[in-house]
C-alpha cells in the first residue's frame, strides 16, 4: 500500500482519457468550482495524500484491492482512490464518511501517518 501511496504522490496517473472526465464530473457535482484546473484537482489529491491524519482504508472490487484515503481539505472530506500500481481511480467529496465507508468492501488499515511508517 505505502509503494503505491508514494507512487501517486510522486506522479498523478490517470487512466487514458479519464482526468478531464473526471475533473469534469467534479465541477458538475459542485466538488469544485466551475473554474478549477486539473491542476487543481490533483492539488486536492496530493493534499490529501499528504495529510498524517488521513484515514487510510483498502477497498475491494471484484476481487481487487484499491487504496483509498479519506481527509479533509478546506472543511470538506475527500475521498481518494487508486490501484495498487498507482493509477488513479477516483477523487470526490464524500458528504457521509462514515456511513460510506461502512459499505461493504472496505476495510479500515490505519490512519496515514501509521501506513507511513510501516516496516
Known amino acids: 500500500m505505502l509503494k503505491a501511496i508514494k507512487a501517486v504522490r510522486s506522479q498523478v496517473c490517470w487512466k487514458h482519457n479519464s482526468a478531464v472526465r473526471h475533473l469534469r464530473k467534479r465541477k458538475q457535482r459542485g466538488h469544485l468550482p466551475s473554474t478549477a484546473t486539473l491542476e487543481d484537482y490533483e492539488r486536492i489529491i496530493l493534499t490529501v495524500?499528504?495529510?498524517?491524519?488521513?484515514?487510510?482504508?483498502?477497498?475491494?472490487?471484484n476481487g481487487i484491492p484499491y487504496v483509498t484515503v479519506v481527509a479533509t481539505v478546506d472543511t470538506r472530506?475527500?475521498?481518494?482512490?487508486f490501484a495498487y500500481d498507482g493509477v488513479m481511480e477516483s477523487a470526490?467529496?464524500?458528504?457521509?464518511?462514515?456511513?460510506?465507508?461502512?459499505?461493504?468492501?472496505f476495510e479500515w488499515i490505519g490512519s496515514l501517518n501509521e501506513v507511513d511508517n510501516e516496516l
Do not use: C, H, I, N
Open 49 to 61: 495524500l499528504q495529510d498524517k491524519t488521513g484515514r487510510a482504508y483498502r477497498y475491494w472490487y
Open 77 to 81: 472530506q475527500w475521498l481518494v482512490m
Open 92 to 105: 470526490f467529496v464524500v458528504e457521509q464518511p462514515k456511513r460510506y465507508l461502512s459499505k461493504p468492501g
